[in-house]
């Protein structure tokens, strides 16, 4: 007999796919059995169709396509047999889905069956209409699945159930007609049907308000004291689960007494005794406990309940922290994130068990455990949880020390009770976990730093200790030879001494050697070795009997493969060597960086700080390449956070830290230069000759210069001016053309274009809004407006949010607001708009907003359309 003939049992054709060796020889089984069915199919043979469509499943589940089978499964299913209708429908289950138009046909023999005679059929067509009923088919059958709710037999209303709850899940408009059916299923002893009969329950008051306020009214007590009644049964062998009674039918209906109880202080009241009994009566030694546990402590903080049982369910979820078994540490503490906000105290008392799942091997455990102690971090207890992770941050793996030290980072920030103590704990995750912290926080570090005078000492001798035993992290030699270049005079002379430092002896060379070791470092990216040479710069001014020794290290960079080190040390060769009347000036100290800007542009008011280690190429005017802005530590962030006045002296000042105090008497009163000015001259705008010697063309200075000595040359013509005549308008708007032709922000008259009154786009009783406007310059399309929020209410406005919707023909860009409070009794949140009108000169803006924000803990949400925008928008 052929092995591979369309007569071949089930069982002969898995033997031979069992037998392949290789895939290519299975495919060419299945095709060749593939075949055979096919040629059977043609023939149309009763007597070998349930045996084909048998092997057509089992090729199915191999992932092999079977769809030219489709229509067998119909001609069993039409078959009046019962053994032939069982396999045609198991086909029908398995072969399709909802989604075949094949299906459509079938829903006249479903009809006829659901009306059999048998009940065993009757029960064949329950399962397949529950497996694979759509939409159509819920609409034509609904009423036969509602009349076997009702019938004799328990299996076939436990089937008619299930096929219900499938019903009113793909055609919820259906929910009210099984409604009563459903609430005479929740009074059946058989805990088959009951089960089934809560689940219909639960999904009626999920998809229909009307079935939930019934079930609530109805339903409430029954459902109650049936929980009470298997909860307080005897032994029952059929239903018994590692010693609970039917631990199935019990999550069941905590289930559904959940959604009955959220929102609703009367059914919530009904169901306190007995969700407390479950709490303290279940054994929680096996799964089967601890599954109806969880699901009573989520029931308790679903439901309008006080909060003695809130506090039982917490603690709870803490023995749950204990549970050798991951996954009910798990689901444990995801339910705690969400219980801290109905009882924050209840939760800190499970702190210690919390710490120690951050140290656990499960890394899905760690990250969540890790969320949840964030969330309890407080003003109270920040020092002590800082403390625990940050011990932790030493010893842990490599791949949890970025989300870890991540979340110490912000926790700190967050929360810190005073600048030394954040400067503290920086300093200590730096030196475990610097290679992994981000560049927004070791430059949020740096300007705290900046701004805590009285910690720069403190500071810089910490530093310094900390990279003697960490230099392999480059965040903390970054921030360590920042602040060395900046205080290394401080370090030395031991300035600024706190009472809890012991006393260090550090000497100018021992200092110069730190910032050399990172220069040299063969590992060391770009921006290390740029700050590196800064702060070399600085160091020859700080310490000038070491010069000639910090002189010798610059020089060496003459010789690095990066054109930019190159350019610079020799820049800062001739500073240290030929200009030091100019030195002291172009190395003071970087003035106290804005706390409150820096923050702002952070949170993403303006746009987000660059990565030094990947910033896009900049395209640079004169011929000079992007990495100049790179090693200069002018990224864009820095660049649009300038001042935006007529002159470039405070921008300049926060570059090279030159006092430009009297730079307003002078500006504006010297011609500008020509464009052929030098190229270091356009870089450092240190100074232009003088009215006299502006009559010589910047080309015939240059043409004057051997080009080995150009920049020397320019430099000497620098300092051969006395006093140096400080850069005016004209010069320092040369410096921004030079850094990708950014000019200094224009007058603001030229800028805002004509004027537009302002309006109030909306007020109420509590709120009100003010809008203001400006145009860009040759831009009438776009409109710039401050939107001004006025709170006229003797209440706080908190998660204040604020959000906008225009036309087609308009475009809108929101920034964020300045806040998210808005102070009580007339205080101001403000937030910038920027409007695009296609349509400019044809149609008006027009805007609808929308306002959310919370009072007293309740969302309120107000609305409003404007359509007052001033004329010519």
């Known amino acids: ?367 969540r455990a890790l969320e949840l102690v964030s969330l309890l971090v407080n003003e109270n207890n920040v020092k002590q949880l800082t403390k625990e992770l940050i011990d932790y941050l030493e010893i842990s793996d490599e791949d949890f020390k970025e989300d870890l030290s991540a979340k110490i980072c912000s926790i700190v920030e967050k929360f810190s009770p005073e600048k030394i103590w954040y400067i503290d704990q920086m300093l200590k995750v730096l030196s475990e976990a610097g290679k992994f912290v981000k560049d927004d926080v070791w430059h949020a570090l740096i300007v705290v730093i900046s701004n805590a005078s009285e910690l720069h000492g403190y500071t810089v001798r910490a530093l310094y200790k900390a990279v003697l035993t960490y230099s392999e992290q480059e965040t903390l030699v970054r921030v360590a030879i920042w602040c060395i270049g900046e205080y290394g005079d401080l370090l030395v002379n031991n300035v600024g001494m706190l009472g809890i430092e012991d006393p260090i002896t550090v000497t100018e060379c021992d200092a110069v050697d730190v910032v050399e070791d990172a220069i040299t470092r063969h590992n060391s990216d770009m921006t290390t070795k740029a700050m590196a040479l800064v702060a070399l710069l600085k160091l020859s001014s700080r310490f000038p009997s070491i010069s000639e020794r910090i002189k010798d290290v610059i020089l060496k960079q003459k010789g690095s493969l990066l054109l930019e080190m190159q350019q610079r040390a020799i820049e800062f060769n001739s500073i240290v060597e030929r200009h030091k009347n100019i030195r002291s000036s172009l190395v003071e100290r970087m003035p106290v960086l804005d706390e409150a800007t820096f923050n702002v542009r952070r949170a993403g008011s303006l746009p987000a700080s660059v990565s030094t280690m990947a910033k896009p190429s900049v395209s640079i005017p004169n011929g000079v390449s992007a990495p100049l802005v790179d090693l200069l530590d002018l990224g864009s962030d820095d660049i649009l956070a300038a001042p935006s006045s007529s002159s470039g002296a405070d921008f300049l000042q926060d570059l090279l830290s030159v006092d430009l105090g009297s730079s307003s008497a002078q500006s504006g009163a010297t011609p500008a230069p020509k464009a052929g000015t030098d190229l270091l001259l356009d870089i450092l705008s240190i100074g232009t000759p003088s009215p006299a010697q502006n009559s010589t063309s910047a080309i015939d200075l240059l043409s004057t210069a051997d080009m080995n000595n150009n920049s020397s040359t320019a430099l000497d013509a620098l300092s051969s001016s006395a006093p140096p005549h400080i850069a005016t308008t004209a010069s320092a708007g040369g410096m921004f053309d030079l850094l990708d032709g950014l000019s200094p922000s224009p007058s603001k008259e030229a800028t805002n274009g004509p004027a537009y009154p302002p309006i109030v786009a909306y007020e109420s009783s509590s709120l009100k809004i003010e809008f203001t406007f400006s145009k860009p310059s040759g831009n009438p399309q776009t409109t710039n407006v401050e939107a001004t929020f006025i709170n006229l209410s003797p209440d706080t406005f908190t998660d204040f949010v604020f959000q906008a919707a225009v036309p087609k023909f308009l475009q809108l860009h929101l920034d964020p607001a300045s806040s998210n409070t808005l102070p009580a009794s007339g205080g101001k949140v403000t937030q910038n708009l920027r409007v695009t009108n296609s349509q400019h000169g044809k149609k008006s803006l027009v805007m609808r907003m929308r306002i959310g924000y919370k009072v007293n803990g309740k969302d309120v949400l107000e609305e409003g359309q404007i359509n007052n925008f001033p004329r010519g928008l």
């Open 1 to 367: 007999m052929n092995p591979f003939s369309s007569s071949t049992r089930l069982r002969d054709m898995i033997r031979s796919i069992r037998a392949c060796k290789t895939a290519a020889e299975e495919r060419g089984v299945v095709r060749k059995e593939c075949a055979d069915i096919r040629a059977s199919i043609n023939e149309n043979d009763p007597h070998d169709r349930h045996r084909n469509l048998a092997k057509l499943m089992f090729i199915h589940m191999l992932g092999y396509p079977t769809h030219f089978g489709q229509m067998e499964c119909l001609k069993l299913i039409a078959s009046p047999g019962f053994p032939e209708k069982r396999i045609g429908y198991l086909g029908l289950m398995l072969l399709l889905d909802e989604r075949q138009e094949v299906l459509m046909l079938v829903t006249n023999s479903l009809k006829q069956d659901l009306n059999h005679t048998n009940q065993y059929v009757v029960g064949l067509a329950l399962c397949a209409l529950g497996n694979i009923c759509s939409a159509e088919m819920a609409r034509d059958l609904a009423p036969e699945v509602e009349r076997l709710i009702q019938f004799r037999d328990p299996n076939i209303r436990k089937k008619a159930a299930l096929c219900s709850t499938r019903i009113v899940r793909k055609v919820p408009d259906l929910a009210e007609n099984f409604i009563n059916a459903a609430s005479s299923l929740l009074k059946e002893k058989h805990h088959g049907v009951l089960i089934t009969g809560v689940q219909l329950c639960y999904e009626l008051c999920t998809i229909n308000d009307e079935a939930l306020e019934f079930f609530r009214k109805k339903c409430t007590e029954g459902l109650i004291k049936t929980l009470r009644d298997i909860t307080n049964s005897a032994y029952q062998p059929e239903y018994d689960v590692a010693g609970i009674t039917d631990p199935f039918l019990h999550i069941r209906l905590l289930k559904v007494l959940r959604v009955l109880g959220h929102g609703d202080a009367n059914a919530s009241d009904l169901m306190t005794d007995i969700l407390a009994q479950v709490a303290t009566k279940t054994e929680s030694n096996k799964n089967a406990g601890n599954a109806i546990l969880y699901e009573c402590a989520e029931t308790i903080m679903a439901i309008e309940d006080t909060s003695s049982l809130r506090v039982l369910a917490i603690n709870i979820l803490g023995r749950f922290l204990s549970n050798r078994d991951n996954n009910i540490r798990y689901v444990a503490l995801n339910m705690l994130m969400k219980a801290i906000a109905f009882d924050d105290q209840a939760v800190q008392r499970h702190r210690v068990t919390i710490l120690e799942c951050v140290k656990d091997p499960d890394a899905s455990i760690r990250k």
